[in-house]
């Protein structure tokens, strides 16, 4: 058989090249004519044999196509039917064999196929990213990846010397997935992918957008990571834990920036991995009494100063703390502790690495081509396209994800309100109205109805969690009723208002009463939490016990009270690591948590009352079953701006006895004050945050008081008490 006859001229030339479109109709084997002919291209190689797999027998030796660098080809003698070789190549004398990629059909499915094209599979990790497999009888990777408008799609790595004309992909059909299963290679391979934009220009080396893994940062590759074969142990809770997640529970989370909490200073400064935060940040929030961890996002992030919320790798766990497998043991041992896992999910933006989504293909592809709707120029960052099936496909099915490969209990949503509006931080001019001409993103807006629905309707034991900024209705509304869907909101304005309050001197505190009520007016339009986030310690703003006023003392009761009135208030509670022992200092990302503080009393003291809060929460029903429920808050006197004492009443359910909380925020202690109660009998004083063990004066209430016949506040009954200076007590009612 002529040359001519075993290969074309010009697709060799394009092979060679790197710039064929459709590798697999050329290499491999092929009937032409009733003969069988292999091709290869092996750069590297002087000599190519053809062995027979399993007995070995050499079959045939490829002979080099002329004129054309690295590529053979021949006709099999005696063989009319498709087998299964290997190749023997030699270099000097350097000899080895390899299993022909180019040999192996396609490993995606019709049903695949279809409903990649439709863009909307609901597990598109199964069918995307880089899977260990068994295919055709070998073992290997199946990588595969969206970029319809590419030319060409390889995968480069080690195993190529990241040559991109090595391992081109195949292309299936309009769906505009690229696919390809490379033998003989397995979980820890780091690689990328080399595309070919449709103008035929080379696109910057890209990390896989459904990659399991990742190289440790500042490295940027994907790395292959089997997620096969972990054996579960938390059954018990994910039984019970949607029970513990509704509204009527009491849910206090513990927000975390893993490479910050604790560092070992003895090894370098570094982080705690997976595995050690497994026992130490576990058994530290079971201890204070949180119910959840929250996660600053553990996707794969580049830039350790974003804090991860410019993440490139959305399937990655980051690799700063060690493999996937490492983070589910993790996840597992919070399981364990009955502590909830919460991780914070960016589907708001990403960020313009050249390594990541940003014109992937050589287009924009998931964003937007019109920076006007692509481009966020407050975080020099891209925005989703959410109106195109597939990329909303994409980011669902990744919240999908976490929740069931990882067994992650909840997703808190970052910048919603950026996502909400079309103007959000925008200049006139700079931005695209809605088909009816408003700011509403109505893509965005469809896409986390979409997402929520997806989530819940997987597993109604879950929670999402919305950051939500502005006051567009119906965030944590149900879909049905024309809401977005998420379970929960956090109340950024009930937060800067307090804070704000807390920031002023006691004696101006009178002139500001309003920003401790005002939450109250729509505290139960929206499933709230209440977030002292890390958003509240960066950026100059200082630390939460570095807003209060006064001396050293007057700022750490300060605090105390502060805390005493979150855990009163209505609504679920979290607080950033740092804020439970008061750390002073602002939050630093690169260095841990300054935890020899807890060797003074009134850091050690912060700490204990963070414990009772949480413990009381949880004991007290009528502080958390009507958190997000008008019924559940009843004022006795929010008007006394003059003395800025507050107090109130929290109802539970039937059968729960109702806790009366004050709240006093100037240092003038109060004696003999006389609030009213709505039942008679007898008051417990259960806490109190000017106690001596929490590092204050001790003033109080010790034991019961006993409500009498006094009208006071629009109340039948009253109890007359000492209210402490800078502190808040909560009463419960004992009965007749």
Aim: negative net charge; hydrophobic residues 35%.
């Amino acid at each position: 058989m002529t040359q001519s006859a075993l290969i074309d001229l010009a697709e060799a030339r394009a092979i060679a090249a790197g710039e064929h479109g459709d590798p697999f109709s050329v290499l491999g084997l092929h009937e032409i004519d009733g003969d069988l002919v292999l091709r290869c291209f092996r750069p590297g190689a002087e000599t190519i044999e053809v062995l027979e797999e399993g007995s070995g027998k050499a079959l045939v030796k490829l002979s080099p196509v002329e004129g054309v660098d690295s590529l053979f080809a021949a006709k099999v003698p005696r063989r009319r039917k498709r087998f299964s070789y290997r190749l023997r190549m030699t270099h000097g004398s350097d000899v080895w064999t390899e299993t022909d990629p180019y040999a192996f059909g396609p490993v995606l499915g019709d049903m695949d196929e279809y409903l990649l094209g439709e863009g909307t599979h609901g597990r598109l990790w199964q069918a995307l990213g880089a899977h260990v497999v068994t295919h055709e009888g070998v073992d290997g990777v199946h990588f595969a990846v969206w970029a319809p408008n590419a030319r060409r799609v390889s995968v480069v790595a080690d195993i190529n010397g990241w040559d991109g004309r090595r391992h081109i992909m195949r292309r299936r059909g309009a769906t505009g997935v690229h696919e390809i299963f490379i033998p003989n290679v397995g979980d820890g391979m780091a690689y990328k992918y080399e595309i070919i934009g449709n103008s035929g220009e080379l696109v910057p080396l890209k990390a896989d957008p459904v990659g399991f893994g990742s190289e440790h940062p500042p490295k940027t590759a994907s790395v292959v990571r089997d997620l096969r074969g972990y054996e579960w142990k938390d059954n018990d809770w994910i039984d019970k834990r949607g029970d513990l997640q509704r509204f009527d529970k009491p849910i206090s989370i513990y927000e975390v920036h893993l490479e910050s909490w604790r560092r070992v200073p003895e090894d370098g400064n570094r982080a705690l991995t997976y595995h050690e935060l497994a026992q130490d940040l576990v058994n530290y929030a079971k201890d204070l009494g949180f119910s959840h961890i929250e996660l600053t996002p553990i996707s794969e992030y580049p830039f350790g100063g974003s804090w991860g919320y410019q993440p490139v790798g959305l399937f990655a766990p980051t690799s700063r703390f060690g493999s996937p497998d490492d983070f589910r043991a993790f996840v597992e041992a919070c399981h364990a502790a009955d502590l909830g896992l919460i991780i914070d999910w960016v589907p708001g933006h990403f960020p313009t690495d050249p390594h990541g989504l940003g014109r992937f293909d050589g287009t924009a592809l998931y964003e937007h081509a019109d920076p006007k709707e692509g481009y966020h120029p407050d975080w020099n960052t891209l925005v989703y396209n959410y109106g195109r099936t597939e990329v909303s496909n994409y980011l669902i099915t990744n919240a999908k994800y976490w929740l069931e490969e990882f067994h992650i209990d909840g997703l808190r949503v970052d910048a919603v309100a950026s996502m909400l509006y079309r103007d959000y931080s925008r200049n006139e001019g700079e931005w695209v109205p809605n088909v009816h001409g408003g700011r509403e993103n109505l893509e965005a807006i469809a896409f986390m109805k979409q997402m929520n629905e997806a989530v819940y309707g997987a597993d109604p034991g879950i929670m999402t969690i919305a950051e939500e900024s502005t006051a567009y209705p119906g965030v944590s509304a149900p879909t049905s009723s024309g809401g977005l869907g998420f379970g929960f909101k956090w109340n950024m304005g009930w937060m800067n208002d307090t804070l704000r309050y807390m920031s002023e001197d006691p004696v101006n505190r009178k002139y500001h009463h309003d920003k401790m009520t005002f939450g109250l007016h729509y505290a139960f339009s929206e499933n709230f939490v209440l977030p002292l986030s890390h958003d509240e310690v960066v950026h100059g703003k200082g630390s939460l016990i570095g807003r209060m006023p006064g001396d050293d003392w007057q700022r750490f009761a300060n605090l105390r009270a502060y805390y005493g009135f979150m855990w009163g208030h209505p609504g679920k509670k979290l607080l950033f690591m740092g804020g439970e022992f008061a750390q002073p200092s602002e939050w630093n990302h690169e260095q841990s948590l300054d935890w020899h503080l807890l060797e003074y009393p009134a850091h050690a003291g912060i700490q204990a009352l963070i414990r009772d809060l949480n413990a009381l929460y949880r004991s007290l029903p009528s502080l958390h079953e009507l958190d997000c429920a008008a019924e559940g808050f009843r004022w006795i006197d929010g008007g006394n701006a003059e003395e800025s004492v507050f107090s109130w009443v929290r109802n539970g359910k039937d059968g729960s006895v109702p806790v009366l909380v004050v709240a006093n925020f100037t240092p003038v202690t109060r004696t003999g004050y006389r609030i009213g109660v709505p039942e008679a009998g007898r008051w417990s004083e259960r806490l109190n945050t000017d106690a001596q063990s929490y590092g204050g004066s001790n003033q109080g209430n010790a034991g019961e008081v006993i409500a009498s016949a006094v009208a006071a506040r629009g109340c039948e009954h009253s109890i007359e008490i000492t209210v402490p200076p800078l502190a808040t007590l909560f009463f419960e009612y004992c009965g007749e």
